[in-house]
């Protein structure tokens, strides 16, 4: 069954982040704590983020760790709300 960003449980800021890694739905997508943290912890409330990244099951996200440059991570876009066009206008496309 796919899980989607909206339907996990928000992340209660005034709790450790111990206790949102040990909720069942969090728990259940068995992702590293630095993802989880950086991920669903800091930006899962986010409007752009929601936006940009609701209807990706997050469930079929395997994760893996590279090394890249800082040159290069400064300029790849982290997501539709975050990507701008040739006109400088900020660009609104949805994954199909």
Known sequence: ?????KNLPPADRDR????FLQSEAIA???W???VVRQWL???GERPEFLRDYEDLDLERIRWSLEDIPV???ESIPTGP???V???GMECRAMYS
């Open 81 to 83: 709300s975050d990507q």
């Open 71 to 73: 040159m290069e991570l």
């Open 41 to 43: 912890y800091d930006h």
């Open 1 to 5: 069954m796919p899980i989607f960003l």
């Open 28 to 30: 259940n997508l068995r």
């Open 16 to 19: 450790d982040l111990r206790v």
């Open 85 to 87: 066009s040739g006109y």
């Open 32 to 34: 590293p704590d630095d």
